[in-house]
C-alpha cells in the first residue's frame, strides 16, 4: 500500500491550522495510508480525524524545543521510521532549519515541504512563505504539489461522547455564558490578568456567567482571576478533556483570550470570540473570519473600550440570530 506521512511535531493550535492541508492530501489520495509524526500528547486530538490512518508518536530532537529528547529513543524511531519506507513525506513543521536534514534520515521515497530559500533548485521545496496565514501557508503547499483543496477552513469534530460528557457538568453553567481563558504556555503571550478581569466583570454586570478554562499548569492564573472577580466565576480549569472543552466552546456566547491554542479550536468550531495577540504575528495566527472573531495586537496599550465595542458587536450577532428566529418562527406560524 502507498504510504503518506506528515511530520508537525507541535502543539495544539499548530496542528489545526495544518489540518486543511492535510485532508486535502487523503482526499487526493483515498487508498494512501496517511500516518501523523506529532507529539505524544497531541494523539487525543489527531485521533478525531478521520483523513489520518494512524499517529506515530516522536520522541523529541535535541535541537527542537518542545518536548525533552532521549537520544536511544530517538534512534530506534529513526530506525523504525527507515522500516516503514514511506512513498512520501511531507515536511510540515516549518521552514526547515532543522528538520529537512533530520528528515532525510528517514530514507523515504520522497522527501518534500518547506525551506527557508529560494536557493534550492529542486521542484520538491517550497520556499517558506512567510506572509501567509498558518493555515495559507501549508494549503499552498499542497497548491505546490498540484493537488486539489476541497475545503481551506480549519474544522474539529465533535462526537455523540463529547456531548455526553458535557451534559454533565452543564447544570452548573447558568445560560447564558462566556469563556475566559487567560493561559498561554508561553508566559510572554499572556495578557494582564487584570485586564481580563476588566472585560469579565463587564459580562457579569450584563447577566453572563463567566466560565474559567485552562491546562491544570494554568491554575494559579486562573485562581488569580478568580480573586479578581470575587468567586463570581465557575472554574474548569484542567477537568476538561479537548472534546468536552470543544462542546463548552460550542455552547459560549462568546471567548475571550490569548492567542494560544483555545483560540484557534474557537475558530475551528466557529465560536465567537476576542484574541489578545502578544506574539507579534497576529496576521498568522489570527482567526481568519473577522466577522465572527476581533484580535486586538496586545503588544500596544488597548482602550478596553474598543475591546468592549468589539464584544457589542459580536454579542449583538448572537441577539439578531435569535431575532430573526423568532420572525421565521411567526411567519412560519401565521
Known amino acids: 500500500m502507498f504510504k503518506i506521512a506528515v511530520f508537525r511535531a507541535l502543539q495544539l493550535g499548530d496542528l489545526l491550522c495544518a489540518i486543511p492541508a492535510i485532508s486535502a492530501l487523503k482526499y487526493n489520495y483515498p487508498q494512501v495510508r496517511l500516518y501523523f509524526i506529532g507529539l505524544p500528547h497531541m494523539r487525543e486530538l489527531i485521533d478525531r480525524f478521520d483523513c489520518i490512518d494512524e499517529f506515530i508518536d516522536f520522541p523529541g530532537h535535541p535541537d527542537l524545543p518542545e518536548i525533552p529528547c ?6 530506534h524511531f529513526i530506525s523504525r521510521m527507515q522500516a516503514e519506507k514511506f512513498d512520501l513525506l511531507l515536511q510540515m513543521h516549518g521552514q526547515g532549519t532543522i528538520v529537512n536534514n533530520f528528515l532525510q534520515n528517514f530514507n523515504a521515497q520522497r522527501l518534500v515541504g518547506f525551506q527557508p530559500t529560494s536557493d534550492v533548485n529542486d521542484p520538491d521545496w517550497l520556499k517558506y512563505p512567510h506572509e501567509l496565514h498558518e493555515v495559507d501557508r501549508h494549503l499552498a503547499l499542497v497548491r505546490y504539489l498540484g493537488l486539489q483543496i476541497p475545503n481551506t477552513k480549519m474544522y474539529f469534530p465533535l462526537f455523540a461522547k463529547d456531548w ?3 451534559n454533565k457538568i452543564k447544570q452548573v453553567i447558568a445560560q447564558p455564558f462566556i469563556i475566559v481563558h487567560v493561559g498561554s504556555r508561553d508566559i510572554k503571550r499572556q495578557w494582564p490578568i487584570e485586564n481580563f478581569a476588566l472585560l469579565a466583570k463587564k459580562m457579569l454586570v450584563r447577566g453572563y456567567k463567566v466560565v474559567m478554562t485552562g491546562v491544570k499548569s494554568e491554575q494559579a492564573l486562573v485562581d488569580r482571576l478568580q480573586e479578581c472577580l470575587e468567586d463570581k466565576a465557575i472554574d474548569f480549569c484542567g477537568q476538561l478533556d479537548l472534546g468536552t472543552l470543544g462542546c463548552l466552546l460550542k455552547e459560549t456566547s462568546l471567548l475571550i483570550c490569548n492567542c494560544t491554542g483555545i483560540s ?18 497576529p496576521h498568522r495566527w489570527g482567526p481568519q473570519d473577522k466577522v465572527l472573531h476581533a484580535t486586538f495586537d496586545a503588544r500596544y496599550p488597548i482602550a478596553i473600550d474598543d475591546i468592549t465595542k468589539e464584544i457589542n458587536r459580536l454579542v449583538g450577532l448572537d441577539l439578531a440570530a435569535a431575532q430573526h428566529l423568532q420572525a421565521t418562527r411567526k411567519i412560519s406560524e401565521e
Open 70 to 75: 532521549n537520544l536511544s529513543e530517538l534512534a
Open 164 to 166: 455526553t460528557a458535557y
Open 264 to 281: 484557534h479550536l474557537a475558530a475551528a468550531l466557529q465560536t465567537k470570540s476576542i484574541v489578545l495577540s502578544m506574539d507579534g504575528e
